[in-house]
């Protein structure tokens, strides 16, 4: 018996979750892996999911489903194209699959910080304006604490986190 395996479809720009969810819905079995990461809406952090690799998932076939065919996966909504090698699909191993599950497993649990304690950041706005610091910590929801050297002391500033930028 011949066991299932995985093919790697790529996708229209940004498309990754609507060409999941219509292959899901044609009865395919896929994998999209994502990637928990803070990113800056409208001036506060958030965590949001983004795909591991942009325009990319997996789908697994079934070689005793003879039903199912690369016409209906190509006119996909969402879908660019099938990768291939040549005139062959490229195919994904199971074990890459069950490793990349493990890993974005993990990956939710800790999010990608957007700023970690010794980035060097810049000041985007306001008096302290093109000067460098040091991210040191958050300070609550809003606000990040930046360690910055004033008239020769060290000081302690508070600024929001979308008047920053890693240097």
């Not at 079995?29 to 809406?41: G, S």
């Not at 795909?51 to 209906?72: H, I, M």
């Not at 190509?74 to 660019?80: E, K, P």
């Amino acid at each position: 018996m011949l066991s299932a395996y995985w093919h790697v479809i790529h996708t229209k720009p940004r498309q990754e979750q609507r060409a999941l969810l219509n292959l899901q819905q044609q009865g395919y079995t896929c994998y999209l892996p994502l990637l928990a990461t803070e990113k800056l809406r409208r001036g506060t952090k958030a965590v949001v999911q983004e795909p591991l690799f942009a325009r990319y998932l997996f789908l697994q076939v079934d070689p005793a489903k003879t039903g199912q065919s690369w016409g209906s996966i190509r006119s996909t909504l969402g879908v660019s194209r099938l990768v291939t090698f040549g005139a062959e699909p490229a195919k994904a191993s199971t074990e890459l699959i069950d490793s990349l599950r493990t890993t974005s497993a993990s990956a939710h649990a800790q999010p990608t910080r957007l700023f970690t304690t010794g980035d060097r950041v810049q000041i985007k706005e306001g008096p302290f304006m093109g000067l460098e610091g040091i991210y040191h910590m958050d300070d609550g929801e809003r606000r990040a604490m930046v360690l910055m050297e004033l008239l020769s002391k060290p000081c302690k500033l508070a600024f929001e986190p979308g008047n920053l930028r890693k240097l």
